[in-house]
Protein backbone atom coordinates (compact mmCIF):
# COMPACT_ATOMS: atom_id res chain seq x y z
CA UNK A 1 0.00 0.00 0.00
CA UNK A 2 1.20 3.79 -0.99
CA UNK A 3 0.93 6.43 1.97
CA UNK A 4 0.56 9.80 2.02
CA UNK A 5 3.72 11.82 2.18
CA UNK A 6 3.46 14.78 3.87
CA UNK A 7 6.75 17.43 3.10
CA UNK A 8 7.67 20.27 4.99
CA UNK A 9 10.09 23.08 4.28
CA UNK A 10 12.74 24.23 7.09
CA UNK A 11 15.35 26.54 7.77
CA UNK A 12 18.48 25.24 10.62
CA UNK A 13 18.42 27.53 13.15
CA UNK A 14 21.19 29.22 14.87
CA UNK A 15 19.81 27.86 18.16
CA UNK A 16 19.30 24.43 16.82
CA UNK A 17 23.03 24.09 15.88
CA UNK A 18 25.90 22.64 18.22
CA UNK A 19 29.85 24.00 18.73
CA UNK A 20 31.02 21.94 15.08
CA UNK A 21 28.50 24.78 13.25
CA UNK A 22 25.69 21.53 12.88
CA UNK A 23 22.16 21.11 13.30
CA UNK A 24 21.96 18.95 16.89
CA UNK A 25 21.08 15.80 16.58
CA UNK A 26 18.26 15.72 19.14
CA UNK A 27 17.05 18.93 17.42
CA UNK A 28 16.06 16.13 14.06
CA UNK A 29 13.97 14.25 16.91
CA UNK A 30 12.07 17.10 17.27
CA UNK A 31 11.66 17.72 13.32
CA UNK A 32 10.38 14.09 13.08
CA UNK A 33 7.85 14.86 15.77
CA UNK A 34 6.32 17.59 14.09
CA UNK A 35 6.29 15.93 11.55
CA UNK A 36 4.79 13.19 12.59
CA UNK A 37 1.70 15.51 14.16
CA UNK A 38 1.64 17.67 10.36
CA UNK A 39 1.25 14.07 8.64
CA UNK A 40 -1.59 12.93 10.79
CA UNK A 41 -3.46 16.35 10.39
CA UNK A 42 -2.83 16.28 6.46
CA UNK A 43 -4.35 12.48 6.58
CA UNK A 44 -6.70 12.28 9.20
CA UNK A 45 -7.77 16.49 8.74
CA UNK A 46 -8.13 16.65 12.49
CA UNK A 47 -6.02 19.25 14.41
CA UNK A 48 -3.14 17.62 16.69
CA UNK A 49 -4.60 19.14 19.68
CA UNK A 50 -8.00 17.49 18.80
CA UNK A 51 -6.49 14.17 18.06
CA UNK A 52 -7.49 12.49 21.11
CA UNK A 53 -11.25 13.40 21.65
CA UNK A 54 -11.87 12.63 18.27
CA UNK A 55 -10.49 9.12 18.45
CA UNK A 56 -11.24 8.63 22.31
CA UNK A 57 -7.20 7.91 22.70
CA UNK A 58 -5.17 9.92 24.98
CA UNK A 59 -2.09 10.17 22.61
CA UNK A 60 0.25 8.47 19.86
CA UNK A 61 3.05 8.20 22.31
CA UNK A 62 6.42 7.06 20.86
CA UNK A 63 7.79 4.11 21.98
CA UNK A 64 10.64 3.95 19.66
CA UNK A 65 13.06 6.53 16.88
CA UNK A 66 16.02 6.13 15.29
CA UNK A 67 18.01 7.98 12.75
CA UNK A 68 20.93 8.04 10.55
CA UNK A 69 22.97 11.05 9.86
CA UNK A 70 24.54 10.64 6.48
CA UNK A 71 25.60 14.59 6.00
CA UNK A 72 25.77 18.09 8.66
CA UNK A 73 22.76 20.42 8.46
CA UNK A 74 24.58 23.49 8.63
CA UNK A 75 22.98 27.09 10.38
CA UNK A 76 20.92 28.58 7.22
CA UNK A 77 20.31 25.63 5.29
CA UNK A 78 17.33 24.72 4.00
CA UNK A 79 16.17 21.18 4.39
CA UNK A 80 13.10 19.44 3.37
CA UNK A 81 11.26 16.29 5.18
CA UNK A 82 9.61 13.82 3.99
CA UNK A 83 7.03 12.35 6.25
CA UNK A 84 5.38 8.88 6.01
CA UNK A 85 3.82 5.51 7.46
CA UNK A 86 6.21 2.69 6.94
CA UNK A 87 3.75 0.04 8.39
CA UNK A 88 0.68 -0.06 10.84
CA UNK A 89 0.80 -2.89 12.78
CA UNK A 90 -1.98 -3.90 14.65
CA UNK A 91 -2.08 -1.48 17.53
CA UNK A 92 1.39 0.64 16.62
CA UNK A 93 2.58 2.58 13.67
CA UNK A 94 5.82 3.12 12.11
CA UNK A 95 6.50 6.66 10.45
CA UNK A 96 9.62 7.14 8.48
CA UNK A 97 11.06 10.66 7.67
CA UNK A 98 13.40 11.53 4.97
CA UNK A 99 15.42 14.97 5.52
CA UNK A 100 17.18 16.18 1.86
CA UNK A 101 18.94 19.72 1.33
CA UNK A 102 18.56 19.41 -2.30
CA UNK A 103 19.15 15.80 -3.91
CA UNK A 104 21.28 14.48 -1.07
CA UNK A 105 19.81 12.56 1.06
CA UNK A 106 20.54 13.96 4.96
CA UNK A 107 19.19 12.09 7.38
CA UNK A 108 17.00 9.33 7.70
CA UNK A 109 15.04 8.09 10.69
CA UNK A 110 11.86 6.70 11.89
CA UNK A 111 9.54 6.93 14.95
CA UNK A 112 6.98 3.44 16.42
CA UNK A 113 3.99 4.95 18.16
CA UNK A 114 1.26 3.21 19.96
CA UNK A 115 -2.35 4.17 19.35
CA UNK A 116 -3.01 4.87 22.97
CA UNK A 117 -5.97 4.75 25.12
CA UNK A 118 -6.33 5.02 29.49
CA UNK A 119 -6.66 1.76 30.69
CA UNK A 120 -10.36 1.36 31.88
CA UNK A 121 -9.38 0.07 35.62
CA UNK A 122 -6.39 2.55 35.99
CA UNK A 123 -7.10 5.56 34.10
CA UNK A 124 -3.09 6.75 34.40
CA UNK A 125 -1.98 4.31 32.60
CA UNK A 126 -2.24 3.75 29.07
CA UNK A 127 -2.78 0.43 27.02
CA UNK A 128 -2.42 -0.18 23.11
CA UNK A 129 -5.61 0.09 21.10
CA UNK A 130 -6.66 -1.66 17.91
CA UNK A 131 -6.21 1.32 15.22
CA UNK A 132 -9.44 1.55 13.41
CA UNK A 133 -9.65 0.82 9.78
CA UNK A 134 -10.75 3.86 8.73
CA UNK A 135 -8.21 5.86 10.19
CA UNK A 136 -5.53 3.95 7.93
CA UNK A 137 -7.84 3.93 5.29
CA UNK A 138 -7.23 7.96 5.31
CA UNK A 139 -3.41 7.13 4.95
CA UNK A 140 -3.80 6.04 1.71
CA UNK A 141 -1.73 7.76 -0.71
CA UNK A 142 -4.15 10.15 -3.14
CA UNK B 1 15.09 40.30 54.93
CA UNK B 2 17.60 38.13 54.12
CA UNK B 3 16.45 34.74 52.50
CA UNK B 4 17.67 31.40 51.90
CA UNK B 5 20.36 31.02 48.70
CA UNK B 6 19.97 27.95 46.67
CA UNK B 7 23.55 26.51 44.89
CA UNK B 8 24.50 24.31 42.44
CA UNK B 9 27.01 23.60 39.72
CA UNK B 10 26.72 22.40 36.37
CA UNK B 11 29.09 21.51 33.30
CA UNK B 12 28.06 23.06 30.10
CA UNK B 13 26.52 20.92 28.00
CA UNK B 14 28.08 20.42 24.11
CA UNK B 15 24.67 20.41 23.11
CA UNK B 16 23.47 23.39 24.82
CA UNK B 17 26.11 25.44 23.19
CA UNK B 18 26.10 27.45 19.70
CA UNK B 19 28.12 27.70 16.89
CA UNK B 20 30.13 30.08 18.20
CA UNK B 21 30.96 28.04 20.97
CA UNK B 22 29.84 29.84 24.16
CA UNK B 23 25.76 27.99 25.47
CA UNK B 24 23.03 29.42 23.38
CA UNK B 25 21.14 31.87 26.03
CA UNK B 26 17.45 29.95 26.09
CA UNK B 27 19.32 27.59 27.68
CA UNK B 28 20.45 29.85 31.00
CA UNK B 29 16.37 30.24 31.00
CA UNK B 30 16.34 26.26 31.18
CA UNK B 31 18.56 26.22 33.99
CA UNK B 32 17.24 29.70 35.79
CA UNK B 33 13.80 26.95 35.96
CA UNK B 34 15.13 23.97 36.88
CA UNK B 35 16.76 26.40 39.89
CA UNK B 36 13.78 27.92 41.18
CA UNK B 37 11.93 24.45 41.64
CA UNK B 38 15.42 23.44 43.25
CA UNK B 39 15.15 26.78 45.85
CA UNK B 40 11.47 26.27 46.59
CA UNK B 41 12.30 22.19 47.32
CA UNK B 42 15.19 23.40 49.57
CA UNK B 43 12.71 26.27 51.14
CA UNK B 44 9.73 24.36 51.54
CA UNK B 45 10.40 20.58 52.05
CA UNK B 46 8.50 19.48 49.18
CA UNK B 47 9.25 18.05 46.54
CA UNK B 48 8.57 20.28 43.34
CA UNK B 49 5.90 17.96 41.51
CA UNK B 50 3.87 18.02 45.03
CA UNK B 51 3.96 21.64 45.38
CA UNK B 52 0.63 21.78 43.80
CA UNK B 53 -1.44 19.72 45.75
CA UNK B 54 0.81 20.29 49.22
CA UNK B 55 -0.31 24.52 48.90
CA UNK B 56 -3.86 23.85 46.69
CA UNK B 57 -2.36 26.04 43.69
CA UNK B 58 -1.65 24.69 40.75
CA UNK B 59 1.74 25.91 40.39
CA UNK B 60 4.22 28.98 40.19
CA UNK B 61 3.86 30.46 36.51
CA UNK B 62 6.03 32.39 34.90
CA UNK B 63 5.06 36.08 33.55
CA UNK B 64 8.41 37.62 33.29
CA UNK B 65 11.96 36.14 32.54
CA UNK B 66 15.24 38.40 31.64
CA UNK B 67 18.95 37.96 31.87
CA UNK B 68 22.04 40.08 31.34
CA UNK B 69 25.01 38.16 29.17
CA UNK B 70 28.36 39.29 31.19
CA UNK B 71 31.19 36.87 29.82
CA UNK B 72 30.53 33.68 27.79
CA UNK B 73 30.39 30.14 29.19
CA UNK B 74 31.91 27.49 27.03
CA UNK B 75 31.59 23.81 26.73
CA UNK B 76 32.71 21.81 29.21
CA UNK B 77 32.79 24.89 31.81
CA UNK B 78 31.99 24.36 35.08
CA UNK B 79 28.90 27.27 36.57
CA UNK B 80 27.69 27.72 39.80
CA UNK B 81 24.02 28.85 39.87
CA UNK B 82 22.95 30.88 42.81
CA UNK B 83 19.12 31.57 43.20
CA UNK B 84 17.58 33.23 46.02
CA UNK B 85 14.06 35.13 46.10
CA UNK B 86 14.32 38.97 45.29
CA UNK B 87 10.92 39.67 46.50
CA UNK B 88 7.81 38.69 47.94
CA UNK B 89 4.83 40.64 46.39
CA UNK B 90 1.08 39.83 47.56
CA UNK B 91 0.46 36.64 44.90
CA UNK B 92 3.79 36.94 42.83
CA UNK B 93 7.37 36.82 43.53
CA UNK B 94 10.31 37.28 42.46
CA UNK B 95 13.27 34.82 41.85
CA UNK B 96 17.22 36.31 41.51
CA UNK B 97 19.37 34.04 39.30
CA UNK B 98 23.20 34.94 39.89
CA UNK B 99 25.81 32.55 37.82
CA UNK B 100 29.43 32.37 38.67
CA UNK B 101 32.26 30.95 36.94
CA UNK B 102 34.89 31.25 39.79
CA UNK B 103 34.65 34.34 41.09
CA UNK B 104 33.27 36.07 37.65
CA UNK B 105 29.76 36.78 37.42
CA UNK B 106 28.96 35.36 33.76
CA UNK B 107 24.96 35.52 33.75
CA UNK B 108 22.66 37.57 36.02
CA UNK B 109 18.47 37.52 35.68
CA UNK B 110 15.28 37.15 37.66
CA UNK B 111 12.05 35.37 37.16
CA UNK B 112 8.72 37.24 38.26
CA UNK B 113 6.20 34.53 39.09
CA UNK B 114 2.62 33.81 40.29
CA UNK B 115 0.91 32.55 43.18
CA UNK B 116 -1.59 30.56 41.01
CA UNK B 117 -4.21 28.67 41.73
CA UNK B 118 -7.85 27.61 39.81
CA UNK B 119 -10.16 30.04 38.60
CA UNK B 120 -13.38 28.67 41.30
CA UNK B 121 -16.14 29.46 38.09
CA UNK B 122 -13.63 28.35 35.27
CA UNK B 123 -11.36 25.97 36.41
CA UNK B 124 -9.00 26.37 33.12
CA UNK B 125 -8.32 29.44 34.21
CA UNK B 126 -5.36 30.79 36.23
CA UNK B 127 -5.94 33.36 39.10
CA UNK B 128 -3.38 34.85 41.37
CA UNK B 129 -3.78 33.92 45.20
CA UNK B 130 -2.23 35.66 48.17
CA UNK B 131 1.11 33.79 49.05
CA UNK B 132 0.66 32.02 52.47
CA UNK B 133 2.70 33.97 54.97
CA UNK B 134 3.92 30.73 56.61
CA UNK B 135 5.47 29.95 52.57
CA UNK B 136 7.30 33.17 53.04
CA UNK B 137 8.38 32.36 56.45
CA UNK B 138 10.39 29.42 55.26
CA UNK B 139 12.30 30.92 52.50
CA UNK B 140 14.35 33.25 55.84
CA UNK B 141 17.81 32.68 55.45
CA UNK B 142 19.25 30.25 58.29
CA UNK C 1 12.56 57.04 12.35
CA UNK C 2 9.88 54.01 11.79
CA UNK C 3 11.94 50.37 11.25
CA UNK C 4 11.07 47.40 9.11
CA UNK C 5 9.17 44.94 10.76
CA UNK C 6 9.56 41.65 10.29
CA UNK C 7 6.37 39.19 10.71
CA UNK C 8 6.77 35.24 11.03
CA UNK C 9 3.91 32.74 12.01
CA UNK C 10 4.40 29.60 13.78
CA UNK C 11 2.44 26.42 15.39
CA UNK C 12 3.40 25.81 18.73
CA UNK C 13 4.56 22.40 18.58
CA UNK C 14 4.15 19.23 20.55
CA UNK C 15 7.99 19.71 21.98
CA UNK C 16 7.63 22.83 22.72
CA UNK C 17 5.46 22.65 25.23
CA UNK C 18 5.36 21.66 29.35
CA UNK C 19 3.39 19.38 31.54
CA UNK C 20 0.71 23.02 32.14
CA UNK C 21 0.61 22.47 28.40
CA UNK C 22 1.87 25.87 27.48
CA UNK C 23 4.77 26.60 25.22
CA UNK C 24 7.67 26.35 27.87
CA UNK C 25 9.73 29.83 28.38
CA UNK C 26 12.38 29.47 27.10
CA UNK C 27 11.46 28.58 23.81
CA UNK C 28 10.40 32.03 23.09
CA UNK C 29 13.97 33.11 23.35
CA UNK C 30 14.50 30.70 20.60
CA UNK C 31 11.58 32.23 18.92
CA UNK C 32 12.43 35.52 19.23
CA UNK C 33 16.80 34.56 18.17
CA UNK C 34 15.18 32.97 14.97
CA UNK C 35 13.48 36.42 14.17
CA UNK C 36 15.92 38.19 15.00
CA UNK C 37 18.08 36.39 12.19
CA UNK C 38 15.10 36.68 10.21
CA UNK C 39 14.60 40.43 10.79
CA UNK C 40 18.21 41.36 9.78
CA UNK C 41 17.61 38.95 6.49
CA UNK C 42 15.40 41.01 5.66
CA UNK C 43 16.60 44.21 5.69
CA UNK C 44 20.21 43.60 4.87
CA UNK C 45 19.46 40.92 2.08
CA UNK C 46 22.17 38.73 3.31
CA UNK C 47 21.64 35.14 4.49
CA UNK C 48 22.19 34.67 8.09
CA UNK C 49 25.94 32.34 7.95
CA UNK C 50 26.72 35.02 5.92
CA UNK C 51 26.48 38.19 7.67
CA UNK C 52 30.05 37.88 9.33
CA UNK C 53 32.01 38.15 6.51
CA UNK C 54 29.77 40.75 4.51
CA UNK C 55 30.54 43.27 7.37
CA UNK C 56 33.33 42.17 8.64
CA UNK C 57 32.30 41.20 11.95
CA UNK C 58 32.34 38.09 14.17
CA UNK C 59 28.35 38.17 14.66
CA UNK C 60 25.65 39.85 16.65
CA UNK C 61 26.24 38.55 20.25
CA UNK C 62 23.24 38.98 22.74
CA UNK C 63 24.03 40.71 25.97
CA UNK C 64 20.86 40.93 27.42
CA UNK C 65 17.22 39.23 26.81
CA UNK C 66 13.94 39.58 28.47
CA UNK C 67 10.59 38.77 27.62
CA UNK C 68 7.03 38.74 29.17
CA UNK C 69 4.27 36.16 29.77
CA UNK C 70 0.67 37.98 29.28
CA UNK C 71 -1.36 34.51 28.29
CA UNK C 72 -0.17 30.80 27.72
CA UNK C 73 0.14 29.35 23.93
CA UNK C 74 -0.98 25.88 23.69
CA UNK C 75 0.03 23.13 21.19
CA UNK C 76 -1.28 23.75 18.30
CA UNK C 77 -1.65 27.14 18.44
CA UNK C 78 -0.95 29.33 15.72
CA UNK C 79 0.90 32.54 16.85
CA UNK C 80 2.78 35.44 15.10
CA UNK C 81 5.99 37.22 16.14
CA UNK C 82 6.57 40.83 15.28
CA UNK C 83 10.00 42.28 15.22
CA UNK C 84 11.02 45.54 14.98
CA UNK C 85 14.75 47.34 16.02
CA UNK C 86 13.91 49.28 19.31
CA UNK C 87 16.83 51.17 19.31
CA UNK C 88 20.17 51.73 17.41
CA UNK C 89 22.92 52.53 19.91
CA UNK C 90 26.60 53.51 18.86
CA UNK C 91 27.49 49.91 18.62
CA UNK C 92 24.55 47.67 19.79
CA UNK C 93 21.01 47.44 19.27
CA UNK C 94 17.82 46.25 20.97
CA UNK C 95 15.64 44.19 18.62
CA UNK C 96 11.75 44.35 19.53
CA UNK C 97 9.56 41.12 19.33
CA UNK C 98 5.97 41.28 19.92
CA UNK C 99 3.95 37.87 19.93
CA UNK C 100 0.38 37.99 18.66
CA UNK C 101 -2.68 35.14 19.26
CA UNK C 102 -5.33 36.30 16.75
CA UNK C 103 -5.58 40.14 18.51
CA UNK C 104 -4.38 38.97 21.95
CA UNK C 105 -0.90 39.94 22.50
CA UNK C 106 0.72 36.96 24.19
CA UNK C 107 4.53 37.63 24.48
CA UNK C 108 6.33 40.63 24.30
CA UNK C 109 10.23 40.97 24.70
CA UNK C 110 13.44 42.57 23.58
CA UNK C 111 17.29 41.77 22.80
CA UNK C 112 20.09 43.65 23.27
CA UNK C 113 22.98 42.47 20.87
CA UNK C 114 26.72 43.88 20.05
CA UNK C 115 27.80 44.57 16.66
CA UNK C 116 30.95 42.27 17.63
CA UNK C 117 33.90 42.30 16.03
CA UNK C 118 37.41 40.16 16.74
CA UNK C 119 39.98 42.01 19.21
CA UNK C 120 43.30 42.68 16.87
CA UNK C 121 45.27 42.16 19.63
CA UNK C 122 43.58 38.93 20.82
CA UNK C 123 41.17 36.82 18.38
CA UNK C 124 40.08 34.80 20.90
CA UNK C 125 38.19 37.83 22.32
CA UNK C 126 35.27 40.14 21.09
CA UNK C 127 35.25 43.80 20.72
CA UNK C 128 32.37 46.10 20.06
CA UNK C 129 32.52 48.27 17.01
CA UNK C 130 30.36 50.85 15.52
CA UNK C 131 27.56 49.86 13.74
CA UNK C 132 27.74 51.26 10.05
CA UNK C 133 25.26 54.30 9.16
CA UNK C 134 24.76 52.21 5.63
CA UNK C 135 23.61 49.11 8.00
CA UNK C 136 21.20 51.25 9.69
CA UNK C 137 19.66 53.27 7.15
CA UNK C 138 18.74 49.81 5.66
CA UNK C 139 16.13 49.03 8.58
CA UNK C 140 14.27 52.31 7.57
CA UNK C 141 10.88 50.45 7.28
CA UNK C 142 9.41 50.98 3.36
CA UNK D 1 35.91 -7.42 26.68
CA UNK D 2 34.38 -5.95 29.05
CA UNK D 3 33.92 -1.80 28.78
CA UNK D 4 34.45 0.37 31.70
CA UNK D 5 30.36 1.61 32.68
CA UNK D 6 29.65 5.55 33.41
CA UNK D 7 26.76 6.50 35.74
CA UNK D 8 25.43 9.48 36.88
CA UNK D 9 22.15 10.65 38.16
CA UNK D 10 19.65 12.90 36.74
CA UNK D 11 16.15 14.64 37.82
CA UNK D 12 13.86 15.14 34.92
CA UNK D 13 13.40 18.71 34.95
CA UNK D 14 9.68 20.48 34.46
CA UNK D 15 11.33 22.28 30.60
CA UNK D 16 12.03 18.86 29.73
CA UNK D 17 8.65 17.49 29.72
CA UNK D 18 5.97 17.90 27.42
CA UNK D 19 1.96 18.18 28.19
CA UNK D 20 1.44 14.25 28.87
CA UNK D 21 3.89 14.79 31.87
CA UNK D 22 6.72 12.95 30.44
CA UNK D 23 9.77 14.04 29.74
CA UNK D 24 10.14 14.37 25.80
CA UNK D 25 12.15 11.98 23.84
CA UNK D 26 14.23 14.26 22.22
CA UNK D 27 15.72 15.10 25.94
CA UNK D 28 17.09 11.51 26.40
CA UNK D 29 19.06 11.96 23.15
CA UNK D 30 20.54 14.84 25.01
CA UNK D 31 21.10 13.03 28.32
CA UNK D 32 22.84 10.14 25.79
CA UNK D 33 24.91 12.96 24.25
CA UNK D 34 26.68 14.37 27.76
CA UNK D 35 27.03 10.75 29.19
CA UNK D 36 28.70 9.84 25.87
CA UNK D 37 31.14 12.65 26.82
CA UNK D 38 31.33 12.21 30.60
CA UNK D 39 32.30 8.08 29.76
CA UNK D 40 35.22 9.08 27.57
CA UNK D 41 36.50 11.38 30.20
CA UNK D 42 36.13 8.99 32.83
CA UNK D 43 38.45 6.23 30.49
CA UNK D 44 40.65 9.12 29.01
CA UNK D 45 41.07 11.37 31.92
CA UNK D 46 40.40 14.17 29.08
CA UNK D 47 38.14 16.63 29.68
CA UNK D 48 35.72 16.51 26.83
CA UNK D 49 37.15 19.88 25.15
CA UNK D 50 40.50 19.14 25.26
CA UNK D 51 39.73 15.31 23.36
CA UNK D 52 40.24 17.11 19.78
CA UNK D 53 43.58 18.10 20.35
CA UNK D 54 44.68 15.66 22.24
CA UNK D 55 44.34 13.10 19.78
CA UNK D 56 44.19 15.01 16.51
CA UNK D 57 41.07 14.99 15.84
CA UNK D 58 38.20 17.13 15.47
CA UNK D 59 35.59 15.14 17.51
CA UNK D 60 33.10 11.70 17.48
CA UNK D 61 30.58 12.81 15.80
CA UNK D 62 27.56 10.85 15.37
CA UNK D 63 26.07 8.67 12.55
CA UNK D 64 23.04 6.85 14.27
CA UNK D 65 21.18 7.09 17.55
CA UNK D 66 18.41 4.93 18.45
CA UNK D 67 16.34 4.29 21.43
CA UNK D 68 13.31 2.46 22.59
CA UNK D 69 11.14 4.21 25.36
CA UNK D 70 9.29 1.41 28.26
CA UNK D 71 7.95 3.59 30.52
CA UNK D 72 7.33 7.26 31.20
CA UNK D 73 10.13 9.35 33.48
CA UNK D 74 8.02 11.75 34.87
CA UNK D 75 8.83 15.51 36.03
CA UNK D 76 10.85 15.05 39.51
CA UNK D 77 11.75 11.03 38.83
CA UNK D 78 15.11 10.76 39.32
CA UNK D 79 16.76 8.59 36.84
CA UNK D 80 20.39 7.10 36.38
CA UNK D 81 22.13 7.22 32.82
CA UNK D 82 24.67 4.09 32.79
CA UNK D 83 26.79 4.39 29.73
CA UNK D 84 29.34 1.88 28.50
CA UNK D 85 30.87 0.86 25.12
CA UNK D 86 29.24 -1.60 22.71
CA UNK D 87 31.83 -2.66 20.60
CA UNK D 88 34.92 -0.70 18.87
CA UNK D 89 35.33 -0.97 15.65
CA UNK D 90 37.80 0.12 13.12
CA UNK D 91 37.70 3.78 13.29
CA UNK D 92 33.75 3.96 14.79
CA UNK D 93 32.24 2.85 18.04
CA UNK D 94 28.98 2.15 19.33
CA UNK D 95 28.11 3.61 22.97
CA UNK D 96 25.32 2.00 25.01
CA UNK D 97 22.42 3.93 27.39
CA UNK D 98 20.87 2.20 30.17
CA UNK D 99 18.34 4.64 32.14
CA UNK D 100 17.14 3.53 35.33
CA UNK D 101 14.30 4.28 37.52
CA UNK D 102 14.97 2.40 40.61
CA UNK D 103 14.84 -0.99 39.51
CA UNK D 104 13.29 -0.35 35.90
CA UNK D 105 15.10 -0.31 33.02
CA UNK D 106 13.34 3.13 31.40
CA UNK D 107 14.97 3.78 28.48
CA UNK D 108 17.46 2.41 26.32
CA UNK D 109 19.52 3.48 23.33
CA UNK D 110 22.79 3.89 21.53
CA UNK D 111 24.79 6.25 19.58
CA UNK D 112 27.51 5.60 16.73
CA UNK D 113 30.28 8.07 16.65
CA UNK D 114 33.07 8.04 14.30
CA UNK D 115 36.54 8.62 15.13
CA UNK D 116 37.18 11.52 13.09
CA UNK D 117 39.82 14.26 11.57
CA UNK D 118 39.78 16.60 9.19
CA UNK D 119 40.66 15.42 5.52
CA UNK D 120 44.02 16.52 4.88
CA UNK D 121 43.37 17.74 1.44
CA UNK D 122 40.24 19.57 2.50
CA UNK D 123 40.45 20.62 5.99
CA UNK D 124 35.85 21.27 5.91
CA UNK D 125 35.32 17.84 5.27
CA UNK D 126 36.05 15.07 7.79
CA UNK D 127 37.14 11.43 7.35
CA UNK D 128 37.31 8.76 9.74
CA UNK D 129 40.59 7.86 11.28
CA UNK D 130 41.65 4.17 13.06
CA UNK D 131 40.80 4.57 16.89
CA UNK D 132 44.52 3.69 18.35
CA UNK D 133 44.48 0.60 20.43
CA UNK D 134 45.59 2.50 23.17
CA UNK D 135 42.44 4.61 23.62
CA UNK D 136 40.61 1.25 23.14
CA UNK D 137 42.49 -0.23 26.45
CA UNK D 138 41.61 2.86 27.91
CA UNK D 139 37.99 1.93 28.43
CA UNK D 140 38.55 -1.46 29.92
CA UNK D 141 36.68 -2.02 33.18
CA UNK D 142 38.99 -1.85 35.95
Redesign the interface.
Given at each position: MAYLVHRRRLTA???H??????V????F??YF??SA?ALFEAALGV???QLGATFDI??I??????????A?V???DTIEIHSTIGEFRRSSFQVQHRIWMGDTLVVEGSETRVWAAADKDDPAKLESRPIPPDVIARFAAP
Open positions: EWGCDPAGFFHSRFEDTWAPPVGPLVDARARFMPHFG
